[in-house]
C-alpha cells in the first residue's frame, strides 16, 4: 500500500528527530561543549560582578549596568559565542567520513538532506539553549545583585540582542558545517573555520585601520569613513555595532555612512535602532542563510565514499 505525502512527510520528519536527538547527546555530552559554556558562564559571572562593584546604582538603569561590565557581554557573546558553533559545526560530517559511519548511515532508508537538516537542528537547538542560558544568566545576575529591574523597552531589547546573537553563532555553526561537508580532513576543516574566524576578528578591522590612515592622514571623518567600509566586510564588526546599539540607546552606529559619527543628543528608541542598524542585521542573516543553502547543495550532490 502506498504512503500518501503527508504521511511520508510525518517519515522523514520522525527521522530528523532522530538524528538531531542523537547528534544533541554527542554535543551536551562532550568535552569541548561543556569548556566553552563552562568559560561563557565563569565570563558572564565576572562581567556582572565587575559592572556591579564600579557602578552607581542609584543612577543605573538595567541595561546601564550590563554594558558598563567588563568583558562586555557581547564581547562574549561576538568572540567566545563563534567559537561554539565553530566547535559544534567543523567536524559534523567528515567526522562521519572518517569513522566510515557517514556511507553505513545513508545506506540505510533516509535521504541526505533528512540527516543533514537533523545535524543542523541539533545545532539550532545547542545553540539556542547556550544563548538564552547565558542572558538569563546575565540578566538574572543583574536583578540579583542589583535589585534593579529592566522596564519594557528594556526586556524588548534584550530580546532582540538575544536572537541576533542566536543568528550570529548560528552562522558561524553553519560556515564551519560547510567546511565539514567540503573538506574530508578534520584538521583542516577546523583550520579553515578558525582562519575564517581570524580574518573576521582581527585581520579585517587591522586593514581597515591600516587603509584609513593611508587614504585619509590626519583627517578623523574621512578615515572613519574609510575603515567603515572596509569593516563592512567582516561578520564581527557587523555583530559588534547592532548589539552595542541595541544594548546602548545613546550608542552611534559606525559602520552605515549615512548615521551620525557623534553620540545621539537623546537616547534612541527601539524602533529607531532597528531602522538604523537594519543593514548589519540584515548581513549576519544573509551570511548564515547563504551557508546554509551551500552547504545542502554541495551536500546532497557530493559522492560520498
Known amino acids: 500500500m502506498r504512503r500518501s505525502s503527508s504521511q511520508l512527510w510525518v517519515v522523514e520528519l520522525s527521522k530528523v528527530f532522530i538524528v538531531a536527538k542523537k547528534e544533541l547527546y554527542d554535543y551536551f555530552s562532550s568535552f569541548r561543549y561543556v569548556m566553552i ?14 559592572a556591579y562593584s564600579r557602578i552607581q546604582l542609584e543612577q543605573a538603569s538595567f541595561l546601564t549596568v550590563i554594558t558598563s ?22 567536524d559534523a560530517i567528515n ?3 572518517k569513522d566510515r559511519t557517514l556511507l553505513l548511515t545513508l545506506s540505510c532508508p533516509i535521504f541526505r538532506d533528512t540527516l543533514l537538516t537533523g545535524k543542523f537542528l541539533s545545532g539550532i537547538i545547542s545553540i539556542a539553549v547556550t544563548v538564552i542560558l547565558s542572558i538569563v544568566l546575565a540578566s538574572g545576575s543583574v536583578i540579583a545583585l542589583t ?23 548560528l552562522g558561524y555553526y553553519s560556515i564551519s558545517l560547510f ?15 578558525i582562519m575564517f574566524w ?13 587603509i584609513a590612515s593611508i587614504l585619509a592622514p590626519g583627517n578623523i571623518e574621512q578615515y572613519k569613513i574609510v575603515s567603515a567600509w572596509v569593516m563592512m566586510f ?40 532597528l531602522y538604523t542598524t537594519w543593514p548589519s542585521i540584515l548581513v549576519i542573516f544573509s ?10 547543495m554541495i551536500f546532497l550532490t557530493k559522492e560520498i565514499v
Not at 567546511?179 to 573555520?193: K, T, Y
Not at 581570524?198 to 591600516?210: D, L
Not at 551570511?287 to 545542502?296: F, K, L
Request: neutral net charge.
Open 179 to 193: 567546511f565539514s561537508v567540503i573538506v574530508d580532513n578534520l584538521s583542516i576543516s577546523l583550520l579553515l573555520s
Open 234 to 273: 567582516s561578520v564581527n564588526q557587523h555583530y559588534d555595532a547592532t548589539s552595542v546599539c541595541l544594548l546602548n540607546p545613546r550608542a552611534a552606529y559606525r559602520l552605515l555612512l549615512s548615521a551620525p559619527w557623534s553620540i545621539p543628543i537623546r537616547p534612541l528608541s527601539l524602533i529607531e535602532t
Open 287 to 296: 551570511v548564515t542563510i547563504a551557508s546554509i543553502i551551500v552547504s545542502y
Open 37 to 50: 559554556f563552562l568559560v561563557i558562564t565563569i565570563l558572564i559571572g565576572l562581567s556582572t560582578y565587575s
Open 69 to 90: 561590565a567588563h568583558p562586555k557581554i557581547t564581547t562574549i557573546m561576538g568572540y567566545v559565542g563563534s567559537l561554539l558553533g565553530i566547535s559544534l559545526g567543523f
Open 198 to 210: 581570524v580574518v573576521n576578528a582581527y585581520i579585517i578591522p587591522s586593514i581597515a585601520w591600516t
Open 147 to 169: 535589585g534593579i529591574l529592566p522596564s519594557q523597552e528594556e526586556v524588548l531589547r534584550l530580546l532582540f540582542f538575544t536572537l541576533l546573537s542566536f543568528v550570529y553563532i
Open 95 to 97: 567526522r562521519e567520513k
